[in-house]
């Protein structure tokens, strides 16, 4: 790690840390408090892999509905309107939206084959993102003069990288330059996240073999051809069994750094909190 100890976190000038888990535990929220306080740089993976790798995909798609609108298609034609995604830090839904849910056409579901395709295009991009990190942490500090850093990872980190490998290149990439910072959920988090999920199911990157297996899985389980398939029912049934699956990547990630967790997290209300949340981190036994 890139921090020894807590000693060695309090003393050290620049900052850098990379927050990972699953989503809706708490990585934003301490970004976003670090940024608004002043002091650190946060750079957020989803909104760079919305902007910088699948905008261009995200704007076509958008295109691609307002073409079947005579009046929106003559305006297209004509250059007459502009047509892109409004993403931000907060609102990733143009991304989302894009990647879309398998199933019934007429229910807003995709052929799974375009599905995995597109799926395939967040995979990379979210790799590429994750590289970029190492040059936006140069850039936060040459242009903006942030010597503090925080990545905000997605929740699909542990499904492009291989957790067990030790030499995993993206992995020992990240953790040469951040310190690797797991935030743990509870039964109770994951219960609450599940029924959150259910209340607004959206979607979300899957790991290819994952999501084949589920797929097969769910066609057989419901008798369903996948044209029938109710897209909102599919991401249901799989997400429980998504963070079933990341729970013990993630574990295997944190051995390259540190563990706090969500309640902690939910104690933070301050870069002086965040320090300190670090620093009893890198002091407790691993």
Known sequence: MIYDNADDWRRAGPKRVML????????????????????????SVDYRIG???????????????AMKVPLLRELLLSDSIYVGSNITFDNLAPLSTYLGKPGDPSKGGLDFAEYMRRQELHREAEILSMRDTVRFIDRAGEIY??????CDTSGSICEVVDPEDPDDPLLELLSEHLLLVWIRGSDAHTEELVRRFDRAPKPMYYQPAFLAEAWSEYLEKTGAVPEDVDPDAFVRWTYARALAHRAPRYAAMARLGVTVTADEVAAVHSPGDFNELIAAALDRPA
């Open 20 to 43: 990972f888990g699953m989503s809706g535990l708490g990585k934003t929220y301490l970004a976003s408090m670090l940024r608004e306080a002043g002091g650190w740089f946060h750079y």
């Open 51 to 65: 902007t910088r790798y699948m905008g261009e995909h995200i704007a076509d798609n958008f295109k691609r509905e």
């Open 145 to 150: 003069g942030y010597d503090n850093f925080v």
